[in-house]
């Protein structure tokens, strides 16, 4: 396929060529701390790696275009520490509606929403349903840990630490494929509390305790167990 990958690369007459067939792969990261050692834009870096990734291994079947990252997210949780830029969650979620939106109206038919930020999961979801509902397209959203959970734990991605967690040792791991010359040293620390281990993707409820974040210095799990995964592991 000639067609560049990127939504950003073609014009609106590519555009309106290929909508009727092509699948848009939005994804959706944030911009927020992650503890001492790893930058602000981890979520950004790795769900905009993850999506385009596998928009290229879908061209031999499909038209897939990767619309550009929304490296804003629902990140209030993480204010307390600086480094953050976050949306609130009504304005977040009336930005994702809206980009689905404008996407429909310039005639594309199917969306995956790629998430790469715990935050934003239950929002890009109901975005979706919502707006599939009001129009005749086809819209799917998920995070991009969660679709390949059981690839992660086979994988041995939840052993040293919380899958996917925050900042400790897989976000680590990512970001040292990824840029490691963005993680800094040392590292922090932590022994894993078998309490705590990785929960499954679909918890029965979600619960939130003030000051929780702020208890844990910004980060889940000890990232000092990261290691370097070459880029073609993924």
């Known amino acids: 396929m000639d067609l560049p990958l990127l939504l950003s690369e073609i014009t609106r007459l590519q555009?309106?060529?290929?909508?009727d067939e092509a699948l848009?792969?939005?994804?959706?990261g944030a911009t927020e701390q992650h503890g001492p050692h790893l930058p602000v834009g981890t979520d950004s870096m790795a769900v905009e790696f993850v999506a385009r990734r596998a928009a290229e291994l879908l061209r031999p079947r499909i038209p897939a275009l990767v619309a550009p990252t929304l490296a804003f997210g629902s990140s209030p949780h993480h204010l307390p520490f600086g480094g953050t830029m976050s949306v609130s969650t009504?304005?977040?979620y009336r930005l994702i509606c809206d980009l689905l939106e404008s996407l429909a109206q310039g005639g594309f038919r199917r969306i995956f929403i790629v998430n790469g930020h715990g935050g934003n999961s239950e929002l890009i979801q109901l975005a979706a349903r919502d707006v599939a509902l009001r129009r005749d397209i086809a819209v799917?959203?998920?995070s991009y840990w969660?679709?390949?959970?059981?690839?992660?734990?086979?994988?041995?991605?939840g052993q040293v630490g919380h899958l996917p967690g925050h900042a400790g040792?897989?976000?680590?791991s990512l970001v040292l494929a990824l840029r490691p010359e963005l993680v800094h040293?040392?590292?922090?620390?932590?022994?894993?509390d078998p309490?705590?281990?990785?929960?499954?993707?679909?918890d029965p409820y979600r619960s939130e305790i003030h000051g929780f974040w702020q208890r844990i210095d910004g980060y889940s799990d000890s990232p000092a167990p990261a290691t370097r995964p070459p880029v073609s592991a993924f």
């Open 169 to 172: 040792a897989f976000e680590t």
């Open 195 to 202: 309490a705590t281990s990785p929960p499954m993707p679909a």
């Open 140 to 142: 799917a959203a998920g």
């Open 90 to 92: 009504e304005t977040y």
């Open 146 to 157: 969660t679709i390949a959970w059981q690839q992660l734990t086979a994988a041995g991605a």
């Open 15 to 19: 555009a309106r060529r290929v909508a």
């Open 185 to 192: 040293e040392p590292r922090p620390a932590r022994d894993l």
């Open 24 to 28: 848009v792969v939005l994804p959706t």
